[in-house]
């Protein structure tokens, strides 16, 4: 067979992301790197994001829009890393990444875009030095948030923040670190972040937050946020009644709150005393999930971490568990390169690939717990929407084939 010089330059790309929804920002990213005869396949969470929230639309839905806008193929990113911090999460993804057998470079975004300033953060992290300092800061500080720790510490070993200078670099960083422990041959791209940072300042591009603020404000500039296609599935979601809203959660969360015991919440990941006995005070008082996170937080506790443990503490999410590697991914969509990435990947791949979510019986053990798990999950999330959805109805589900 020969193989020409456009095919030898041809790219399988990897991403890790959210698409909650997918928005510009997302189509320009994958538009960067893509070029002709590439690929993209996306490694995106599943019903509950990175912060602990609910997924604003289903997996599937996201997946699609995904595919619509670029991607070739959608494998979920699994609970719990899914929904855990910047080192779990970048550990989930770059695992299945680096399984599948395929993928020769991850892309992303970033704020500062010098892929040199982040690769030397990366490896300025896994340092003895920095590790050693960082554990020494942590049992001094017990008040203090870990991620202000963790920055503080950096910053005083090495003079500045410049990889820290936003939440996709801090990703970005995670990522890269990832595969130097690793010692991955898988390559990585950074394209500078266009448009508001997730707090939604800046100009240009809308971010995911402030489209999910205009999406639940009915704001009448949400169809310009998005693209077309995006803002068409978003729509059709919301007639059906299939946007999710955590406040019907309340109190299926509030009444496990008050169930448990301080010492039995304090057990879970990303859980403590202090935080499960905060927990269990304000579920005895709160009317809404709102007030809930709100009557729990403090200085040391950001809304993430408390949504997180929150979480973690209802389907019992163990530390030692996120430090598993994921038991399988969970193909979402695909188009015509992606069914050939696939194909690929049976060959190659040493992490099993669900097709479709009856077919997990056929799976070992090991992966029946994990999709167990993430059935229940899902099956929360579907009691989020306002035309709920069952274990059943997840059971159904087909990804979306282009």
């Known amino acids: 067979m020969i193989v020409t010089e456009k095919q030898q330059k041809m790219k399988n790309y990897a991403v890790i992301c959210e698409y909650n929804p997918f928005h510009k920002g997302h189509e320009y990213l994958i538009s960067s790197v893509k070029k002709?005869?590439?690929?993209?396949?996306?490694?995106?969470?599943?019903?509950?994001?990175?912060?602990?929230?609910?997924?604003?639309?289903?997996?599937?839905?996201?997946?699609?829009?995904?595919?619509?806008?670029?991607?070739?193929?959608?494998?979920?990113?699994?609970?719990?890393?899914?929904?855990?911090?910047?080192?779990?999460?970048?550990?989930?993804?770059?695992?299945?990444?680096?399984?599948?057998?395929?993928?020769?470079?991850?892309a992303f975004g970033s704020e500062c875009a010098?892929?040199?300033?982040?690769?030397?953060?990366?490896?300025?992290?896994?340092?003895?030095?920095?590790?050693?300092?960082?554990?020494?800061?942590?049992?001094?500080?017990?008040?203090?948030?870990?991620?202000?720790?963790?920055?503080?510490?950096?910053?005083?070993?090495?003079?500045?923040?410049?990889?820290?200078?936003?939440?996709?670099?801090?990703?970005?960083?995670?990522?890269?670190?990832?595969?130097?422990?690793?010692?991955?041959?898988?390559?990585?791209?950074?394209?500078?972040?266009?448009?508001?940072?997730?707090?939604?300042?800046?100009?240009?591009?809308?971010?995911?937050?402030?489209?999910?603020?205009?999406?639940?404000?009915?704001?009448?500039?949400?169809?310009?946020?998005?693209?077309?296609?995006?803002?068409?599935?978003?729509?059709?979601?919301?007639?059906?009644?299939?946007?999710?809203?955590?406040?019907?959660?309340?109190?299926?969360?509030?009444?496990?709150l008050t169930s448990k015991t301080a010492e039995e919440l304090s057990v879970f990941a990303e859980n403590d005393m202090t935080l499960s006995q905060r927990f269990i005070n304000a579920a005895r008082s709160a009317h809404s999930m709102d007030e809930l996170y709100s009557l729990t937080a403090t200085k040391k506790y950001s809304m993430s971490r408390i949504r997180r443990a929150l979480v973690f503490s209802f389907f019992g999410v163990m530390p030692y568990m996120l430090s598993q590697r994921p038991a399988y991914t969970l193909l979402l969509a695909a188009n015509k390169k992606g069914r050939e990435l696939l194909a690929s990947a049976r060959k190659k791949s040493s992490i099993p690939i669900i097709t479709k979510p009856a077919d997990y019986i056929k799976e070992n053990d090991e992966v029946k717990r994990a999709f167990s798990l993430s059935r229940r999950v899902s099956a929360l999330w579907g009691l989020s929407l306002e035309n709920t959805e069952s274990t059943s109805d997840i059971m159904k589900k087909s990804p979306y084939i282009f």
Do not use: W
Not at 96 to 102: K, P, T, W
Not at 153 to 178: M, P, Q, W
């Open 36 to 106: 002709e005869g590439d690929t993209v396949t996306a490694i995106m969470s599943g019903d509950f994001t990175e912060r602990g929230e609910c997924a604003v639309i289903s997996k599937y839905e996201r997946a699609r829009a995904a595919v619509t806008g670029g991607a070739d193929l959608v494998l979920e990113l699994p609970f719990p890393y899914s929904v855990s911090g910047s080192e779990k999460f970048a550990f989930g993804g770059i695992d299945i990444i680096s399984r599948l057998g395929f993928i020769d470079e991850i």
């Open 114 to 256: 010098d892929k040199e300033k982040i690769r030397t953060a990366a490896e300025n992290i896994l340092s003895a030095v920095f590790l050693n300092s960082l554990s020494d800061a942590v049992k001094g500080n017990a008040g203090k948030p870990h991620g202000a720790i963790y920055f503080d510490t950096y910053r005083k070993i090495y003079g500045e923040d410049f990889a820290f200078n936003g939440s996709n670099d801090i990703l970005a960083v995670a990522y890269v670190s990832e595969l130097i422990k690793r010692k991955s041959d898988i390559d990585f791209s950074c394209v500078r972040r266009e448009g508001e940072s997730f707090n939604g300042a800046g100009n240009g591009m809308s971010s995911a937050s402030t489209i999910r603020r205009a999406l639940a404000d009915c704001d009448e500039k949400l169809p310009f946020m998005l693209p077309d296609y995006s803002y068409k599935i978003l729509a059709e979601q919301k007639d059906m009644g299939a946007v999710s809203d955590a406040e019907r959660l309340f109190a299926v969360f509030s009444t496990f």
